[in-house]
């Protein structure tokens, strides 16, 4: 496989967290970097899915209105809560 170098100034205390896990699982510290950014990615790519299936989402308009939601949220703590807004 391919790679190409990544260079990024980070705080110090963050480099040190990233030495001291590196040194705790015996993997180098790219290899903590690598797994740090695979994660990073996938959280982002996941949430970029999430937002579009939302929108799409409002686009059909499947929303619920904010009276609604209100209405739960203020019954919540109360001996007859509503159920969930659908």
Do not use: C, F, N, Y
Not at 46 to 57: F, G, H, I, K, S
């Amino acid at each position: 496989m391919e790679t190409k170098v990544l260079t990024a100034h980070v705080p110090l205390p963050l480099a040190e967290k990233v030495d001291q896990i590196a040194a705790r699982l015996e993997r180098s510290r790219g290899w903590i970097v690598k797994q740090a950014l695979t994660a990073w990615i996938a959280q982002e790519e996941e949430r970029r899915r999430l937002t579009l299936e939302a929108l799409a989402d409002v686009d059909g308009g499947h929303v619920i209105s904010h009276q609604s939601v209100q209405a739960w949220a203020d019954r919540l703590e109360s001996d007859k809560p509503l159920p969930l807004p659908l």
